[in-house]
């Protein structure tokens, strides 16, 4: 076997081709001798490292010619690459641009047979994106050709015969390889060129297994669709079926651009379908590998796909952890005494492992996963039906007559559910909802979506959205999972049910926002929770790993048990579970990791809300005249919004209360944001706003040791109780919050001299009036190391409101503790300040009110002194500690009151 070249190696290719692309606008002359020496040097690369000669010439003027030798061939050349690159000629996307390389090629192998010298027998074309490789024979044709071979090879396609034909050429469509693309690799181009020279222009197809399943789709993809995804799961289908070899898939004979897929016509590019399967193996899979094939076919659902429709396929593992949890619940034999309805099935991912169903109904949306899925669980009712839209019609009429009219519902489905068999709705649906990016346009079938970045503007808007929006339950109305509950209590009602009624889904956490609490509230009067468990989304092959997936049973409850209207949620327990590899094994296997409660918090309930109940005042800070920086500087591209407003101390970005939304998206500056999508923190807000920040922020420390932030990402801080704030340490809770606010991740306080700002030619100073040091003391300190800058910047300001306001406050033992490292660390960092403010004067150190983000910045960042790091190095680790001790005793506080 040959050696291949490193990860590391291939990824110094891509960069030169990379600096290529970038140095294009200087010159395009010097951006293709860029490319031309990327390819010489990988190539030469390769070939040296497992062929004993190899050499590179440049006859005829072309871009090089590689012969590479083997002792073991007698020292006959093995391989003679003729290499012809290009800068950017879109290669993958146009026909046009191949045919015109390739006639060069062609008019440089006539140079070659004309002055006697053998002829190339691989060529190759490449340029900053794309590559392709073809054996000479496949072109040898045209050399005998009559044609004006005194043209230039570099201007060969205006030899309009051979260009035509070139075109018109349906052998002729090589297989263009996207150098940019994460599934490329570099080592099949090896492998074909060797294949090609040495096998008679034979190249041994890839054999597509478990492990390149879900890159050969994403190929399929590119190469026929060209990377459209519109229409995904129509191209898993194609895909599927044409890998698998079904007799009923197949090139139209008539139709060039039209593949015959059963009953269906689907048009695409006949040449692309036939070049990627000349590529990868087909009709070649024994049984078992077709069956694995079809198995896994939830893998080849494309990531962005999955974003785009909400869709997310349950991997075997959690369906098998499903099946058992609702044993525990409904007994080991519930599959022979329910009837089972999986609503949303995909590829019936989650009841195809099991067999004993007495009666089972599977339905989805996509006809296409129901062709795929064709061979699992037979004796399964299985029909195309759109859950949120088909058959609402039957919830408009009484039982009686709901009996006699016709609907998509399979008859049996009808007729268990009039007799009030027991049942169980057992899926995982969908999740999306709209958000405000720039749509595309996708679609399936004839249902057209505007898709829009994560979510889709459109996916909501469904029979089921109308009658929610009617009963005004606001946020619940734009998630599809929340839309599926409503359909499936709406099926409870109907048909007169009172018990046994089950619903099983793979849910998010809608319990736990107050966005969904007015839903959630009547949902949960007649629907007990019963248990469940909660795993990484990352178990969802291509999903990330931020968030957590919660299984969830829910219990119609009779009448009688109704939960009265308005009465307070409460929390619910579940398990927190991980997949993990047996040791002697190797298998894989489910473990409990924990325990895990989450509280309900009702509209009006969060954090955020209780912030907002103080009011403060609605005219504009200065009259509006304000600069906005994101600390020190105002992102790029930004264009502001909001109203800062009078008695301004600084600036509180917050969204929401959740704990997702804690670390990146809150922080606290001392100007004006750009987008307006926090508060204004003035006297009258402040201790609110500090406790608000510094709480939210303790969590994230502990969540982020134990690697768990995931399974707490959806969780939401609540308001402080009434006796909480009525209690006699409240205000060392709060005061706890303020000098933690002042240091903490997020702490975005700056002081700004002379801040340029929107391009008026104005310049503004920034007070920061979070400084936690007397103005006496660092006039004092100015002097004493000579940085007549700050000592003059100090003369005739005020103290800062902080410092002022923790002079009138008793802090506990652990908050002083912090105040006073922070405040002996800023005195030793001032030795450095006048030194980095004449290197860095962007961070402004020469302001005497410099706060404790511009400490670090000249301390601690990349950009700091080193001398300074070092000196303060165990000063800092000092700091830290506090800081951290500081954080948990808030959190200790803030669980205590169920605040979190």
């Known amino acids: 076997m040959n050696q291949r070249l490193s990860q590391k190696e291939i990824k110094e290719f891509s960069a030169r081709l990379a600096d290529a692309r970038s140095q294009a606008k200087i010159s395009g002359q010097e951006a293709e001798k860029l490319v031309e020496g990327a390819y010489h040097d990988v190539f030469l690369r390769y070939f040296k490292r497992n062929y004993d000669t190899v050499k590179l010439t440049a006859p005829h003027q072309t871009d090089g010619l590689i012969e590479v030798g ?97 075109l018109n050429d349906k052998n002729l469509s090589p297989y263009v390889y996207e150098i940019r693309s994460p599934h490329f690799d570099l080592h099949y181009v090896f492998s074909s060129i060797e294949q090609l020279a040495q096998n008679g222009g034979v190249i041994e197809k890839i054999k597509v297994g478990d492990e390149i399943l879900l890159k050969a789709f994403l190929e399929f993809q590119r190469v026929v669709y060209k990377g459209i995804v519109a229409q995904t799961k129509e191209q898993m289908s194609v895909f599927v079926l044409s890998l698998l070899g079904d007799a009923d898939v197949y090139l139209h004979p008539n139709k060039p651009n039209v593949l015959k897929v059963r009953e269906k016509e689907i048009r695409l590019n006949g040449a692309d379908y036939l070049t990627y399967f000349s590529r990868y193996d087909k009709s070649n ?36 952890e499903a099946h ?39 339905s989805t949306l996509h006809p296409e996963e129901l062709e795929i899925a064709s061979d699992y669980n037979p004796k399964a009712t299985t029909f195309q039906y759109d859950f949120l839209n088909d058959d609402i019609a039957l919830h408009k009429y009484e039982l009686a007559e709901v009996a006699i009219r016709g609907w998509k519902l399979p008859p049996a489905l009808l007729r268990a559910l009039i007799a009030k068999k027991p049942v169980v709705l057992f899926t995982n649906p969908p999740y999306g909802q709209p958000t405000n990016a720039t749509a595309v346009t996708s679609g399936t079938g004839n249902k057209s979506r505007q898709i829009v970045g994560g979510g ?30 409503y359909r499936a209590q709406l099926l409870a009602k109907t048909f007169g049910y009172e018990q046994d009624f089950h619903l099983l889904f793979y849910s998010v956490n809608f319990l736990i926002s107050p966005n969904f ?37 829910f219990a119609l409850q009779p009448r009688k048990k109704a939960v009265a209207a308005g009465k307070p949620l409460a929390g619910f327990a579940f398990t927190v579970k991980e997949s993990f590899a047996e040791k002697l094994t190797g298998e894989i296997a489910v473990r409990n990791v924990g325990r895990q409660i989450s509280k ?17 005042s609605a005219a504009a800070y200065r009259g509006g005249d304000y600069p906005r920086a994101n600390g020190f500087n105002l992102p790029a591209g930004k264009q502001p919004c909001g109203v800062y407003r009078e008695g301004a101390l600084g600036y509180l970005q917050i969204i929401g209360g959740s704990v997702k939304k804690s670390g990146k998206d809150l922080f606290l500056q001392s100007t004006m944001n750009y987008a307006d999508h926090g508060v204004t923190v003035t006297a009258a807000n402040f201790a609110r706003a500090m406790a608000a920040f510094a709480t939210r922020k303790t969590l994230l420390p502990s969540l982020a040791e134990k690697k768990s932030l995931w399974a707490r990402e959806k969780d939401v801080f609540r308001r402080p109780s009434e006796k909480f704030q009525q209690a006699a340490d409240w205000q060392n809770f709060v005061n706890d919050c303020v000098v933690y606010g002042l240091f903490c991740a997020g702490a975005n306080m700056t002081a700004l001299r002379g801040f340029a700002y929107g391009g008026n030619g ?9 400084f936690y040091l007397a103005k006496k003391d660092v006039e004092k300190l100015a002097a004493k190391n000579h940085f007549i800058e700050s000592e003059r910047d100090a003369a005739g300001d005020a103290e800062s409101f902080v410092y002022s306001y923790l002079q009138s406050q008793k802090l506990s033992p652990v908050a002083a503790a912090l105040l006073t490292c922070a405040r002996d660390y800023t005195r030793a960092a001032f030795r450095f300040r006048g030194e980095y403010h004449a290197v860095h004067p962007e961070y402004h150190l020469l302001a005497w009110d410099a706060g404790w983000l511009q400490q670090y910045k000249m301390t601690q960042s990349q950009d700091a002194l080193p001398a300074a790091k070092a000196a303060l190095a165990n000063d800092y680790a000092d700091f830290k500690r506090r800081l951290r001790v500081l954080g948990d005793q808030i959190l200790a506080a803030a669980e205590a009151d169920e605040m979190i």
């Open 70 to 166: 083997d002792v073991n061939l007698f020292a006959q050349i093995a391989i003679r690459l003729l290499i012809e690159t290009k800068f950017d000629l879109r290669l993958s996307v146009s026909k046009g641009n191949r045919c015109k390389v390739i006639a060069q090629l062609i008019y440089y192998l006539k140079k070659f047979e004309q002055s006697g010298d053998s002829l190339p027998n691989v060529l190759l074309v490449g340029d900053v994106n794309n590559m392709f490789v073809l054996y000479t024979a496949a072109v040898a044709a045209y050399l005998q050709n009559d044609y004006d071979w005194t043209i230039a090879p570099s201007a060969a396609y205006k030899e309009e015969k051979l260009f035509g034909e070139l």
């Open 285 to 320: 899979y024994t049984l078992d590998e077709q069956k694995r094939i079809t198995a896994i076919a939830d893998r080849l659902i494309a990531e962005l796909d999955r974003r785009f429709t909400g869709d997310y396929w349950t991997p075997v593992l959690w369906a098998n």
């Open 324 to 362: 058992n949890l609702i044993g525990t619940e409904l007994g080991a034999d519930w599959r022979q005494k329910y009837v089972v309805w999986d609503c949303a099935c995909g590829t019936k991912n989650l009841t195809r492992d099991y067999h004993d169903f007495a009666e089972l109904y599977c």
């Open 456 to 485: 889709e503007r459109g996916i909501a808007d469904t029979e089921i959205g109308k009658l929610m929006r009617q009963e005004n339950f606001g946020h619940a109305t734009m998630e599809l999972c929340t839309q599926f509950i």
């Open 517 to 553: 609490s007015v839903f959630t509230e009547q949902f949960t009067r007649r629907f007990k929770f019963q248990q469940g468990f909660m795993f990484n989304a990352g178990e969802f092959h291509g999903t990330a790993s931020t968030w957590g997936v919660l299984f969830s049973h």
């Open 600 to 616: 309900t918090v009702p509209k009006g309930g969060n954090i955020r809300d209780w912030l907002a109940e103080i009011k403060i």
């Open 762 to 770: 104005k310049k503004y100073d920034v007070k920061n009036e979070f």
